[in-house]
């Protein structure tokens, strides 16, 4: 059981279908969180519309911050997560999200044969509308 509580894995790749599903409806421009671990997406401005897959252990809140932080700047931030809604990066940042989407059952990762320890979220942070800001809201 202990697999269901650790973090062993960090990255686990996006579905194809998950990720094209997302794409239709939000047309990404730009991946802060791509298989190149040289490159890093937090110290970067993201683009209009970003999908973020962040690595699972101890630095997902750092992600989830940057992606709230983007939001506010009048961005589209999808994220796929796990769903560790007693997480205080969760209660902190999510539950700030536009939508959550919960993903039924269990997602198959990097098509592996086996499904993920755990269940999954799609995290939605959409800017808010300029009338809002005008206010001050």
Same mark, same amino acid.
């Not at 940057?66 to 560790?84: I, N």
């Not at 940042?93 to 989407?101: A, D, G, V, W």
């Not at 990762?109 to 808010?128: E, G, L, M, T, Y």
């Given at each position: 059981?202990? &697999?269901?509580?650790?973090?062993?894995? /960090?990255?686990?790749?996006?579905?194809?279908?998950?990720?094209?599903?997302?794409?239709?409806?939000?047309?990404?421009?730009?991946? %802060? +969180?791509?298989?190149? %671990?040289?490159?890093?997406?937090?110290?970067?401005?993201?683009?209009?519309?970003?999908?973020?897959?962040?690595?699972?252990?101890?630095?997902?809140?750092?992600?989830?911050?940057?992606?709230?932080?983007?939001?506010?700047?009048?961005?589209? &931030? &999808?994220? /796929?997560?796990?769903?560790?809604?007693?997480?205080?990066?969760?209660?902190?940042? +999510?539950?700030?999200?536009?939508?959550?989407?919960?993903?039924?059952?269990? /997602?198959?990762?990097?098509?592996?044969?086996?499904?993920?320890?755990?269940?999954?979220?799609? &995290?939605?942070?959409? *800017?808010? *509308?300029?009338?809002?800001?005008?206010?001050?809201?």
């Amino acid at each position: 059981m202990s &697999v269901h509580f650790s973090s062993q894995r /960090l990255n686990w790749k996006t579905p194809k279908a998950v990720y094209q599903t997302l794409d239709a409806e939000f047309q990404f421009d730009f991946d %802060p +969180c791509p298989s190149n %671990p040289q490159f890093d997406g937090l110290s970067r401005e993201w683009g209009l519309s970003n999908f973020v897959n962040p690595p699972y252990g101890r630095e997902i809140i750092k992600w989830i911050r940057k992606g709230f932080e983007e939001s506010q700047k009048g961005k589209t &931030v &999808v994220f /796929l997560v796990p769903s560790r809604t007693d997480a205080a990066w969760w209660q902190d940042y +999510c539950m700030k999200s536009s939508e959550i989407r919960f993903i039924r059952g269990r /997602l198959k990762f990097d098509d592996q044969k086996n499904s993920a320890p755990f269940p999954s979220a799609i &995290v939605i942070f959409n *800017p808010r *509308p300029p009338a809002e800001k005008e206010r001050g809201g």
